[in-house]
């Protein structure tokens, strides 16, 4: 027993770090919302090449093997660099494509990044229809690749994720997608990426009010605002090993706990860094309102806080877990 | 990065677990706040010293049985799973053995931990006086100077299970005009049945005698009983609070099974659909804390320290406590009133939680300022 992250697994996530930041990922962010892909698109490329989406592909379809943990790190620093896409979307729909005949001629494509992939339940808001070049949904009659996009993007209160419908029909892939398998990778994802974003929103907001002065002093230093912070920080710091431990074990109910957590922690940290940042926070042209939306959207997708619980309680057969 | 047991932990495990099946007595024991419970709890402590399972993760030679964090964690699961009782050595085995493990003299250890390891000697911590509670630093009771020892005077307060049990440990101003309060501070250990001593139980919002306040009116303390050196109580206080403390005062074993328990009584009472989330809430807030425990355990055994981390613990399982028992007593109805149940005694104990071990609001700050590294502000 040793649950702590392997010194290889830190740097693979400090390294992330390190080229997101050099990216300025807030500019893709915000052109990417505007509906312009290429700045995104070259940083999807750039993720794509340090392995990322390669994680969740296994080896013989030109993936690093299904490694849920190394996924769960590196989402953190997709959430903590608010890198838009449809990041989720393309694990999830690499979780769904197992089947030998669509893994080899889908996979490969989207472990190296030259394919986007969207997915969601047919009638669904499908993330980003109209950039990806895999389209995937599902109805009562299995897996379908769908032919496009159906009508407008419509805004989501995160600018940056585009919702489109996608249209039905289209090539049926498989009658028997294996649906709860990719809903955990999504989860699993989507838990990571929220913490991430949690993080992000943290350390910006305690640089703010260790900067930001009323009363003659730092705001930082009135009680008020330290302890929720403080709390802001507890929520992440208990919500981080939920994910870590449900990358290690991927049962459903895990994974559950880690998404309902990671995401209620992400969001009220968000409530607590717009309060913190007092009128400056609630402008969009502040890059903090990039992450204040994010941890609203991931609370709602892949599965909302009911939703969650509910699986939670119902992975459990007998009492709670031990171990 | 893993969550497997070695097979030396697991069979570990199933000795705990197979003793503990054979010797948790069958009907609860009647609660420690009382003087017949707190006699029953010693009879416990005894037996499970015999065996050695009082105080596993000390060296053999105090009477355990020397095993790592990882070790002492399954033991903590397997104990509060088998529905054995609460700790009445709390107070010792948490707070002052590691204090003698790090300060003590050899003489000490040897004197002090086997009595403590077996409940023969029962400890009381006193800290806290009407005038110093969060300011513990303003304490202002007295050890002053005497032949071959001390003479201790003053009030300390709220010391729990003070009411029954035989010693306690303590900080004393030993040099009055210092430059901060904590200098001059000198810890030592007393008898809390020498001559001197008055001790006056304190009813808690229950109505149990649950803490004491002790009146000192110089009484005699010999040389060996001071831990570290005099003048130096304040750093010896402190240096053991962060480290284990944040591992051990609260082991995540006894969340795992108070969440089992919340989730059998849901079950039983027919799943409401209004409190679901709640006690969903539940089973997940000990996951996390056994996962985050599980994550600090094994960077102590890399050797790192785990200092202001504590007070993240410590905010968390206090909340966390309160949550569920109030879910609890929710699920229960109009029994929810009732204050002659296990859940009902567990709520009452779980709202002292974000006052005691240092208040929630003092662990926030600690937090603010040496975790996240924000200013300081005005106390
Ligand atoms: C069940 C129980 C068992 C206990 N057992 C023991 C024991 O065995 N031994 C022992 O020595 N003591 C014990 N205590 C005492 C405990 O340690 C103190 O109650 C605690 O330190 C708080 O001190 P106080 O009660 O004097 O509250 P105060 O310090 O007067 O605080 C009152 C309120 O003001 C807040 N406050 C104070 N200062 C600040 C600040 N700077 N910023 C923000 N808020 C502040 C506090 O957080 C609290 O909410 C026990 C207490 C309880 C309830």
Redesign the pocket.
């Known amino acids: 027993m040793r649950f702590l992250l392997d010194p290889e697994q830190r740097a693979f996530a400090d390294s992330l770090n390190a080229m997101l930041t050099a990216a300025d990922t807030p500019s893709a962010v915000r052109s990417w919302s505007r509906g312009e892909h290429a700045r995104g698109r070259a940083l999807w490329r750039r993720v794509a090449g340090a392995g990322v989406f390669a994680l969740a592909v296994p080896e013989a379809y030109e993936g690093l093997g299904l490694r849920p943990i190394e996924l769960a790190v590196a989402f953190v620093e997709l959430g903590r660099h608010a890198v838009p896409g449809p990041l989720v979307e393309t694990v999830a729909a690499a979780a769904l494509l197992t089947e030998p005949g669509l893994a080899k001629r889908l996979l490969p494509a989207l472990a190296s990044g030259e394919a986007l992939a969207t997915a969601a339940p047919a009638g669904s808001y499908a993330l980003d229809g109209d950039v990806a070049t895999t389209r995937l949904s599902w109805d009562g009659d299995g897996l379908r690749l769908a032919p496009g996009p159906d009508g407008p993007v419509r805004a989501s209160l995160d600018p940056a994720r585009r919702l489109t419908r996608l249209l039905p029909g289209g090539e049926l892939l498989t009658a028997e997608p294996p649906l709860a398998h990719a809903l955990t990778w999504a989860r699993l994802a989507t838990a990571a990426q929220a913490l991430g974003v949690g993080l992000a929103l943290l350390d910006r907001t305690v640089e703010y009010v260790g900067q930001r002065t009323q009363f003659g002093v730092p705001i930082g230093s009135f ?1 008020a605002v330290k302890h929720q912070l403080a709390d802001a920080k507890i929520a992440l710091e208990f919500a981080r090993p939920l994910v870590l431990g449900a990358a290690l074990t991927m049962t459903e109910a895990d994974v559950a706990a880690a998404k309902v957590t990671a995401c209620e922690a992400a969001y009220r940290t968000a409530r607590t860094a717009l309060q913190l940042h007092g009128a400056i926070g609630y402008t969009a042209e502040y890059d903090l309102s990039l992450w204040l939306t994010k941890a609203r959207a991931l609370r709602g997708t892949w599965g909302g806080p009911g939703e969650c619980r509910a699986a939670v309680l119902d992975g459990l057969s007998g009492g709670a877990r031990r171990s | 990065m893993d969550l497997d047991f070695t097979p030396g932990q697991e069979a570990f495990r199933a000795e705990a677990r197979a003793w503990l099946r054979a010797h948790v007595p069958a009907s609860p024991l009647p609660s420690l706040e009382t003087e017949e419970g707190f006699a029953a709890h010693r009879v416990w402590e005894a037996q499970l010293a015999a065996d050695r399972w009082s105080v596993v993760s000390w060296p053999e030679e105090y009477g355990g049985r020397g095993v790592d964090l990882v070790r002492w964690l399954v033991f903590e699961e397997e104990y509060y799973a088998a529905g054995a009782p609460g700790r009445v050595g709390q ?1 010792g085995i948490n707070l002052l053995a590691p204090t003698l493990f790090d300060h003590g003299t050899r003489e000490q250890r040897a004197r002090v931990l086997p009595e403590m390891a077996t409940g023969e000697v029962v400890w ?5 006086e ?1 005038e ?5 630093a303003s304490l202002t009771s007295r050890a002053v100077r005497t032949d071959g020892g001390w003479l201790l005077s003053g009030q ?7 009411a029954f049990a035989d010693r306690a440990f ?1 900080l004393f101003r030993s040099e009055p005009d210092t430059p901060r309060p904590q200098q001059g501070l000198t810890y030592l250990m007393f008898d809390l049945r020498a001559p001197g001593v008055t001790v006056r139980p304190i009813g ?1 919002l229950d109505g149990r005698p ?2 004491a306040e002790l009146f000192l009116d110089e009484v005699f303390v010999p040389d060996e009983d001071v831990i570290g050196e005099p003048g130096q109580g304040w750093r010896v206080a402190m240096s053991t609070a962060g480290n284990e403390r944040g591992l051990t005062l609260r082991s995540p074993g006894r969340f795992l099974a108070a969440a089992d328990r919340l989730l059998n009584l849901w079950r039983e009472q027919g799943s409401s659909e209004a409190l679901r989330d709640r006690v969903a809430d539940a089973v997940i807030g000990a996951r996390a804390y056994q996962l985050f425990t599980y994550a600090n355990a094994s960077r102590f055994l890399d050797g790192e320290s785990i200092g202001p981390e504590s007070s993240l613990n410590k905010v968390f399982w206090s909340e966390y406590d309160i949550a569920l028992h109030e879910t609890a007593l929710e699920l229960l109805g109009e029994d929810g009133e009732l204050a002659d149940t296990d859940w009902a005694e567990g709520y009452v ?1 779980s709202l ?1 939680g ?9 662990q926030r ?1 600690i937090i603010a300022e040496r975790l996240l590294g924000l200013p300081k502000g005005r ?1």
Do not use: C, H, V
């Open positions: 009680q | 107070n009381a911590q006193a800290w806290s009407p110093a509670g969060s300011d513990l300390k307060t709220w010391s729990s299970r003070a303590g808690r649950a803490f104990f002292a974000p006052i005691y071990a240092g208040t929630n609001e003092i700050d106390r």
